[in-house]
T-cell receptor, first 115, second 112 residues
Framework: AQSVTQPDIHITVSEGASLELRCNYSYGATPYLFWYVQSPGQGLQLLLKYFSGDTLVQGIKGFEAEFKRSQSSFNLRKPSVHWSDAAEYFCAVGPNAGNNRKLIWGLGTSLAVNP | ETGVTQSPTHLIKTRGQQVTLRCSSQSGHNTVSWYQQALGQGPQFIFQYYREEENGRGNFPPRFSGLQFPNYSSELNVNALELDDSALYLC???????????FGSGTRLTVV
């Protein structure tokens, strides 16, 4: 079955600390991988995506993620968190071929940032 | 390049009523997908439309239906609303063979 697991429901970090949000997936083939961020009451903003090539991808707002095929993981990292990073983070996977454009989502990780 | 626009932004309906949500796709995109996001949950795939036909559907009953128009805009219709239909409804446009999805800001539907 296709699924995305975000093991951490809620994470609290201090401003300036490093951050890692975990994402594991189960999919029939190597999918496209995404991280989105959602502020309260808002839509989804794409942070970064992986399709192929270099397994370390850079995104907006200083985020990066590393694709590890052997671990079926796509963890999101940021070296120094800012208070404005407090939000809900979603990992998603989608097909890398065909006209099926369905994304499968994790349940999200809520990030709180202490001043 | 325009993004994805959804309307209305908020909506309150009574149980049993019908609702239509609208989405204008990003220019150049030919596929539209709809997602339901309940409070505290990740988005759930409802269905997608390509070339004005539904070509993929999630685990949603037939009272959830949609349309895609020649200009690639789309509607999501929900009949016989239930309280559990209260959610944020997100529209995403994409291009078959492309590598991105653009999401709208969503429509917040409350069923009372």
């Amino acid at each position: 079955a296709q699924s995305v697991t975000q093991p951490d429901i809620h994470i609290t970090v201090s401003e300036g600390a490093s951050l890692e949000l975990r994402c594991n997936y189960s999919y029939g083939a190597t999918p496209y991988l995404f991280w989105y961020v959602q502020s309260p009451g808002q839509g989804l903003q794409l942070l970064l995506k992986y399709f192929s090539g270099d397994t370390l991808v850079q995104g907006i707002k200083g985020f990066e993620a590393e694709f590890k095929r052997s671990q079926s993981s796509f963890n999101l990292r940021k070296p120094s968190v800012h208070w404005s990073d407090a939000a809900e983070y979603f990992c998603a996977v989608g097909p890398n071929a065909g006209n099926n454009r369905k994304l499968i989502w994790g349940l999200g990780t809520s990030l709180a940032v202490n001043p | 390049e325009t993004g994805v626009t959804q309307s209305p932004t908020h909506l309150i309906k009574t149980r049993g009523q019908q609702v239509t949500l609208r989405c204008s796709s990003q220019s150049g995109h030919n596929t539209v997908s709809w997602y339901q996001q309940a409070l505290g949950q990740g988005p759930q795939f409802i269905f997608q439309y390509y070339r004005e036909e539904e070509n993929g559907r999630g685990n949603f009953p037939p009272r959830f239906s949609g349309l895609q128009f020649p200009n690639y805009s789309s509607e999501l219709n929900v009949n016989a609303l239930e309280l559990d239909d209260s959610a944020l409804y997100l529209c995403a446009s994409s291009l078959v063979g492309g590598d991105g999805y653009t999401f709208g800001s969503g429509t917040r539907l409350t069923v009372v």
